[in-house]
Nanobody
Framework: QVQLVESGGGTVQAGGSLRLSCAAS????????IAWFRQAPGKERERVAA????????AYADPVKGRFAISKADGQNMVYLYMNNLKPEDTAVYFC????????????WGQGTQVTVSS
C-alpha cells in the first residue's frame, strides 16, 4: 500500500504562484507513475500533470502547459506541483495520485488540497 498526503493549497490572486506538495509513504518502491489531478465544482476530475517516478518523463494537460511543472525531489518521496500565472479557472481541489503499473488507472490517491484563485 502507498499513502499520499497533499499540502500547500490556499487562496491566491490571479497571476500568483503556489507550490503543492505530495508526500508518499509505504511501498513507494512499487510506484511507477505519479500525477496531479484536479476537480472543480460541477466538473469531472482531470489530470493536469504526470511523471514517471524517477522524474525523467513528464506530461501536461493543455490548459496548464507552460504554467505548471511537476517535479520529484531527488532521493525523497516528495512530489511537487509548481503552479505559476494562476487563473481563476485553476480553482479546484487538487489530488496527488500514484500507480504501480505503466498504464491503467491510478491506484492510490491523496485526500486533496483546495486551491482558490481570485480575480
Amino acid at each position: 500500500q502507498v499513502q499520499l498526503v497533499e499540502s500547500g493549497g490556499g487562496t491566491v490572486q490571479a497571476g500568483g504562484s503556489l507550490r503543492l506538495s505530495c508526500a508518499a509513504s509505504g511501498r513507494t518502491s512499487s510506484i511507477v507513475r505519479i500525477a496531479w489531478f484536479r476537480q472543480a465544482p460541477g466538473k469531472e476530475r482531470e489530470r493536469v500533470a504526470a511523471s514517471t517516478w524517477a522524474g525523467e518523463l513528464t506530461a501536461y494537460a493543455d490548459p496548464v502547459k507552460g504554467r505548471f511543472a511537476i517535479s520529484k525531489a531527488d532521493g525523497q518521496n516528495m512530489v511537487y506541483l509548481y503552479m505559476n500565472n494562476l487563473k481563476p479557472e485553476d480553482t479546484a481541489v487538487y489530488f496527488c495520485a500514484a500507480r504501480s503499473r505503466i498504464a491503467g488507472l491510478y491506484d492510490y490517491w491523496g485526500q486533496g488540497t483546495q486551491v482558490t484563485v481570485s480575480s
